[in-house]
């Protein structure tokens, strides 16, 4: 069974940074595209990051361009979005996604190519 657990939420003011980790057990994690999602109360869910298996080349939502990284350690089957100059707008649950299959060579800012999903991580954003 896939799991994706992810860590490193919590409450940061304006202007800070967090963290966000992601593991994925029991699948060879270098095979797979790996994304980060968001979601606000009331909103939907939106593509927040990715990154590619094949080169570990990246994709992310225009309102976080600049301002967060999202990157991957294969050796530990991690990837990690790091958040910088957050902002009240950044609030939201954020979750880890990875498709079912390996490989390929997909878009990786729609929700329905990823068929495993984190229990999600709250992060807050407020003074």
């Known amino acids: 069974q896939v799991q994706l657990v992810e860590s490193g939420g919590g409450l940061v003011q304006p202007g800070g940074s967090l963290t966000l980790s992601c593991t994925q057990s029991?699948?060879?994690?270098?095979?797979?595209?790996m994304a980060w999602f968001r979601q606000a109360p009331g909103k939907d869910r939106e593509f927040v990051a990715g990154?590619?298996?094949?080169?570990?080349?990246?994709a992310y939502t225009d309102s976080v361009k600049g301002r967060f990284t999202i990157s991957r350690d294969n050796d530990k089957s991690t990837v990690y979005l790091q958040m910088h100059s957050l902002k009240p707008e950044d609030t939201a649950v954020y979750y880890c996604?990875?498709?079912?299959?390996?490989?390929?060579?997909?878009?990786?800012?729609?929700?329905?190519?990823?068929?495993?999903w984190g229990q999600g991580t709250q992060v807050t954003v407020s003074s």
């Open positions: 996604a990875s498709p079912y299959r390996p490989y390929g060579n997909r878009r990786l800012d729609t929700a329905s190519v990823y068929g495993y």
């Open positions: 029991v699948r060879t994690f270098a095979n797979y595209d």
């Open positions: 990154i590619r298996w094949s080169d570990s080349s990246t």
